[in-house]
């Protein structure tokens, strides 16, 4: 495919401050092109190299083959749009007159609108769905209207490539979902090629074809999200761990960046054994993990949710083959953890045939002296698949287990073993 | 179908208010200029002790008649009045074209033709004509020279400190002025003071007034200032991007440096020639912008030609008043402008109502 724009070595600075360094990248005819990185990491310069509004240090910038040195302001205006971030517009302009502004650089000196002028503003309202709005100044319209009519601004120069700086943000989601949809109808209608800086990683994976990665103003990675969105290059980019998964919905790569736990594993206070399932387990997890404690889970199917937070929280847990019983094998490991363990928590999962063996695992635990601490915000009686073993596995644990409500809870009774397990 | 008619005939009613706000304003200034010819210290209308002109006289000599009228009639309406009701005009249309241009250019409500040094430069300049020997040589047009020189060349004084990388960012640029503006009024307070017996001749300079009046006066200042202000109204849609802020203006096309600097030189030109003939009248370069935007918008296309006119009829209204009221003396127009403007200005902002932008 033939390519729009190329970007070849550019590097720019401020005074001795590197702000970009070497960025080569090409974007060919109706692509969608995300930047994304963290503050500071270049990408708003790297707009305005674009668009020339800064000149870069050294490396050329191509459209269609031309270098953009070539060209003069009104040339350039004529092929890069631009939507800045949150613009601001002092003046009392009508939308109408804002919109009809994009045709400076196509009415000459000496010429008066024309026809052809109003049929381009007309065009650019109507796909942007700001025509009703037209007599309205700028500062009576929303934040999302506001948006809406930058673009129809930019759409007015007819351009070949539109640069957006962070477009959706301070947009309620109802707007970025909206201003989003519109850039991607200008993108696949139009074919005008499309370079928009994104913070939100899942809005940049659901619309863009590729995905520019940058960090300390070099480009880090460069492809389609599922390459670029790893959970590794996210940790390495943003110091965030992350889950990518599918959307369920849009099939779109769907990142959860979540902060990760603050161990401090070299003054582990106790270890504590979870047996948990179905998601139930995850929170605590990560509350425990923060507030020093070694963690360890199982038996847990592969793909249970519980089961992908332990791996990526790198715990030592016991997994099983996805919808099968609990194997003697497993159930032995999953005895040996817990002989390491100094606590035992049971989480409230559903129980079924196949999990049943983790409740006998806790009550021997249990039976050896062993400090167990059972989570009961739903009762058994909804979460026994099991013809009533679990409810009677539950009733005898019940007994002489601490009994609590919630992951807080649980954190706290855990707190307070510890002190009489320590005081041993 | 209906949507294009909407955008179309949107513009179409648009420009016709623009033209019909033009056309009301031309007519205005032209009753004006015609009715302040009958106004002075001679009459018709007007304080006069002894004998008055009478109206019929003014309408002969004026739409050439004839008519059997003493000769002195004829010198004060053509000789005297007209030239000084014109060059009101000529100076009033230069300053407040060339004040909403700045304050286009520099985003920014307190703007007029001299915030970046061009009073205080044209004041030196004023004031360094009257130790000049050759006066005499070259008549009275010594100090509008040398006024006009003092004011261009600070202007580009200014733009050249404020100019880092090839660019001169407004800001910088309203600093640089206040800085040398603050020293070059320095300046003129050191030459006055030495001034002796010229310190009234140049004082009066200095508060502005239209005095200078002549048809010569009037037929140097009116192709500079008509020129000039033509080729300002071609920059009508660059001051609208401009308005948006340098960025954005840059990303609708326009080459803001070179644009600015333009307009800094037009203005300079046409307000420089207006200030060497008038000295610093105030006020009609802040006030009359701002009036005509909150009646006809922010956009420039048709901002400048309403500034342009009111202007022109503001200013040579204020002088008729300025040159009458206490006949036979004069107060300089100047005063009366700053007089008027400042309670006015004060009112505005007090209204509530957006007064920029």
Known sequence: MRLRLEVRGVSFSYESTPILEDATFSVEQCEFLGVMGPNGSGKTTLLRCMCRVLEPRVGTILIDGRDLRRFSRSEVAKSVGVVPQSPVVDAAFTVFEIVLMGRTSRIGRFEAESAKDLEAVEEAMKMTDTLHLSDRTFDELSGGERQRVIIARALAQEPKVLLLDEPTVHLDIKYQLEVLELIEKLNKQKGIVIVAVFHDLNLASQHCDRIILLHNGRIEAIGPPEQVLTPESIRRIYGVDAVVKRHPVTNALHVAPYLPPKRNSLNSRATVHLVCGGGSGSVLMKLLLESSMKVTAGVLNVLDTDYETARSLDLSVVGEIPFSMITEESFAANVALIKHSDIVVLTDFPVGPGNLRNLQAVEEALEKGRPVVVIESTPVQHRDFTGGIAAEYMARLRKSAVVVRSAKECLQAIMNLQAVVKGH | ?357
């Open chain 2, 1 to 357: 179908m209906t949507a294009e008619k909407t955008i179309v005939s949107c513009f179409e009613r648009k420009r016709h208010g623009w033209k019909l706000t033009t056309i009301a304003l031309s007519i205005a200034l032209t009753l004006t200029i015609f009715l302040t010819t009958l106004i002075g210290s001679t009459g018709p209308i007007g304080p006069s002790s002894g004998e008055k002109i009478p109206l019929q006289a003014v309408l002969d000599i004026l739409f050439g008649k004839g008519g059997n009228w003493p000769e002195n009639f004829r010198a004060i309406i053509m000789d005297i009045r007209l030239p000084r009701i014109l060059l009101g005009v000529l100076v009033g249309c230069s300053l407040a074209v060339s004040g909403a241009t700045m304050q286009g250019v520099f985003k920014n409500p307190m703007a007029d033709p001299y915030i970046i040094g061009l009073s205080a430069g044209a004041a030196v300049g004023a004031s360094v004509s009257t130790f000049l020997p050759l006066q005499q040589d070259i008549g009275i047009y010594a100090l509008p020279l040398l006024a006009f020189i003092g004011a261009t060349l600070t202007v580009f004084l200014v733009y050249q400190i404020a100019k880092s990388r090839g660019r001169a960012r407004v800001e910088t640029l309203l600093l640089s002025g206040i800085a040398v503006g603050s020293f070059l009024a320095a300046v003129t307070s050191f030459l006055l003071y030495l001034s002796g017996q010229q310190f009234r001749f140049l004082f009066f300079w200095l508060l502005g007034g239209l005095w200078m009046a002549s048809w010569k006066v009037v037929l140097i200042v009116s192709p500079i200032v008509s020129i000039g202000t033509v080729l300002l109204q071609l920059f009508a849609r660059d001051l609208n991007a401009m308005l948006m802020g340098e960025e954005q203006a840059i990303h609708l096309g326009i080459d803001v440096e070179t644009v600015k600097k333009i307009l800094l030189a037009l203005t300079s030109l046409v307000a420089g020639t207006a200030v060497a003939f008038s000295g610093i009248i105030g006020f009609v370069g802040l006030i009359i912008p701002h009036i005509m935007r909150l009646r006809v918008g922010p956009n420039h296309s048709v901002l400048l030609p309403a500034s342009t006119l009111a202007g022109g009829l503001f200013l040579t209204s204020v002088d008729t008043v300025a040159r009458t009221i206490i006949a036979p003396t004069e107060i300089p127009v100047g005063v009366l402008t700053a007089l008027c403007g400042a309670p006015f200005f004060a009112y505005l902002l007090r209204k509530g109502r957006r007064v920029w932008l």
